[in-house]
Structures are given as structure tokens and as C-alpha cells.
């Protein structure tokens, strides 16, 4: 046992925190354990390891985990133990191929800068050009999905108009209660993100309460609904157009397939909604091509802003969520990935 101390000792930083994230990110069981066994550690007066893991945990929520955790038994000690052991095997390893991939990706980072920059002297004939009729603004709606009409938006429920206060205020809330929203709230979100101002040029564009190059508005808006009141719990998307749900589907551990789709944030599977905004490329790409992509990244950050300050003015919290699993939640949402994915999720609930 002062064998395997030693080792977790004798980690450097970059190991240590490979070391961590295996045992975090593989269950809460896992989790659970680790905290026990340095409960177990600390009654045992191995304190010179709780303070090296200090060093990688914040101290507070590791004492406040500790004082939670259930004392083990020296037996339960030694086989939470050996699974660690094994963990530590495979460090060198990970720590390897973690090296190598970052090469690579410093490399690619310099790529990618590319891709913020103005690029419009390029000449190029778009599919607008070439007469190619212009995508539609939203998707169809199967005859056998069941549609949700939204209640009318007004500022009856805004809690803080002053547009002060909302901006000075926003911050990103990671802490909701299971408490529901209310169905008008939810309405007035969703317009506020992606609501039709404005129809022209005979139904083919939209002017919204967000900016959109173009006014090419390439996103679409799926709800993962936990704690809405009226609304059955599911997974829908939003139809600007006419300001109203259609119910897509609801499937087994709904929450936890979330939570797992955005890296084990436990907070975007259990809020009261959650937004997740796929885009429609082909949309920006019909009239710009090239400067398409970042034209959709821009117009992303404008439609996520506006889910802040309409949450501020409503009390409620909301966090953009950047850091995902692409592959789980375009799985999730039965996108292809291909001429539609997943570009940001931002949950919303009632702070806590």
C-alpha cells in the first residue's frame, strides 16, 4: 500500500491530472470511491496525500466531498486501491499519446486561425448566383408529430427590465433547482433566441431578434425539457416561423444522456431545459460559401447572448456550453452530422 502512495506521490502535474480525470470521468460510482478512500486516508492520518491532491482538486469542495463520504473498511480500502493501481499503469501511456496529440494540435491551431479571417476578395460563384433556389427557412413538419402552439410574447413576466442591470448582471449560472419553469417563460426564450420579427421577400427570408449575416439564420432549435410546466417532458424543436413546438421524441435516461453528451456536466442534463442549437450549414453556404463558417460562428454567439440577457430578465440562469461530445449529441438529436450537427448547448433553469 505505501507502494502505491509513493506512486500517486511521485506523479508529476501533467500525470496527476491524467491520473484524475480517468477516475472522474469513468462514473460517479468511481467518483464516490475516490472520495472514500481519502476519507479513509485522512482518518488514517495520511494527511501528506490529501494535501498533494489539494494541489488538483479545489480545496473546498475536496473537504466538503470528504465530510460527505461514508468511512470504508480497510477492505474496501485495499480494492478501491488496486483499482487505482491500475489506473496508474496506463498513466505513462495516456501521458504519451497526450504529448503527440498535442503537437498535432499546435500545429492545427495555426490552421485554424485562418478560418477567423475575412477572406471576401475571392471571387466565387454561389449557388445564389447560379439561381439555385434558396433553402428553406425551417423544417417540415411530419403529419403524425404533435405541435405545441407557444403563448403569445409579451413582457408580463420579465422580473428585470432595466437592460442595465441585465448586462451588469449576466453571468453563467451552473446551479438550478428541479423547480419548473413556466411554458410562457420558456416562450418568450425561445423568441428572444431565434423569433421571426419579420417575414420577407414572399416567406423565403426572416428579419429576428437576433443579427444573422445575411439574414441567413442557419440554426435550428432543439429543447431537451426536464421541468416545464404544461410540457410534457422530451425533446422538441422550435418552429420560428410559427412560433411553436413540435414534439420529437423522449427516450430512456434522458438526463444522463445529456449529462454524458456534454462531458459529464451534470448541470446541462438536470436543468429545467436545455437548448441545444444545431446548424444548418447549406443555409449560410447557398449565398456565401467560403465565408460561411464564419459567418455561423458569429451569428451563434449573437442568438447564446440573447439567452442570457432574456434569462437575467427573467430570474433565471443559463451557461454556454462550448465543451461537448459532437458525436453524442448529434446521436442524440438523430442528426447526421454531415448537412446538419450540433454547434452550441446552453441549459436553463432557476438558480440556486
Not at 495555426?110 to 425551417?138: N, S, Y
Not at 426536464?226 to 434522458?254: A, M, S
Not at 462531458?263 to 449565398?287: M, N
Request: proline share 3%; glycine share 4%.
Amino acid at each position: 500500500m505505501k507502494k502505491l502512495i509513493n506512486a500517486i506521490k511521485g506523479l508529476s502535474a501533467q500525470e496527476a491530472g491524467i491520473f484524475l480525470t480517468e477516475i472522474f470521468s469513468s462514473s460517479k460510482e468511481n467518483s464516490d470511491k475516490f472520495f472514500q478512500t481519502l476519507k479513509y486516508l485522512k482518518e488514517n492520518n495520511n494527511d501528506e496525500l490529501i494535501v498533494f491532491f489539494k494541489n488538483y482538486l479545489k480545496p473546498i469542495w475536496l473537504d466538503d466531498q470528504i465530510k460527505k463520504a461514508i468511512l470504508i473498511s480497510q477492505e474496501q480500502f485495499i480494492e478501491n486501491a488496486e483499482q487505482y493501481h491500475k489506473v496508474l499503469l496506463t498513466v505513462p501511456e495516456t501521458l504519451q499519446e497526450m504529448l503527440k496529440n498535442t503537437e498535432i494540435a499546435k500545429k492545427q491551431t495555426l490552421e485554424f486561425r485562418e478560418m477567423m479571417k475575412a477572406g471576401w476578395k475571392t471571387a466565387i460563384h454561389t449557388d445564389q448566383m447560379a439561381g439555385v433556389p434558396i433553402p428553406p427557412i425551417q423544417k417540415n413538419v411530419d403529419p403524425n408529430q404533435k405541435v405545441i402552439s407557444l403563448p403569445e410574447v409579451d413582457d408580463s413576466i420579465i422580473v428585470n427590465k432595466d437592460i442595465f442591470y441585465c448586462i451588469k448582471n449576466r453571468i453563467s449560472r451552473r446551479k438550478y433547482s428541479e423547480s419548473n419553469i413556466s411554458l410562457k417563460a420558456l416562450s418568450y426564450l425561445l423568441w428572444a433566441t431565434q423569433g421571426v420579427t419579420e417575414v420577407m421577400f414572399e416567406g423565403k427570408m426572416t428579419k429576428r431578434t437576433v443579427p444573422s449575416g445575411g439574414s441567413r439564420h442557419s440554426f435550428e432549435t432543439y429543447l431537451v425539457v426536464n421541468y416545464v410546466e404544461d410540457l410534457k417532458e422530451g425533446v422538441y424543436r422550435y418552429q420560428p416561423l410559427d412560433h411553436k413546438l413540435v414534439y420529437l421524441f423522449d427516450t430512456e435516461n434522458r438526463q444522463e444522456k445529456v449529462k454524458q453528451a456534454a462531458l459529464g456536466q451534470d448541470f446541462v442534463g438536470h436543468s429545467a431545459v436545455t437548448f441545444i442549437w444545431s446548424v444548418i450549414p447549406y443555409k449560410c453556404e447557398w449565398r456565401y460559401m467560403l465565408e460561411s463558417k464564419k459567418i455561423m460562428l458569429q451569428d451563434s454567439g449573437h442568438l447564446c447572448q440573447n439567452l442570457y440577457l432574456a434569462c437575467e430578465s427573467l430570474g433565471l440562469g443559463t451557461c454556454a456550453i462550448g465543451a461537448y461530445d459532437q458525436v453524442l449529441f448529434d446521436k442524440f438529436l438523430n442528426l447526421d452530422s454531415v448537412d446538419e450537427f450540433t454547434l452550441y448547448v446552453a441549459p436553463v433553469g432557476k438558480p440556486i
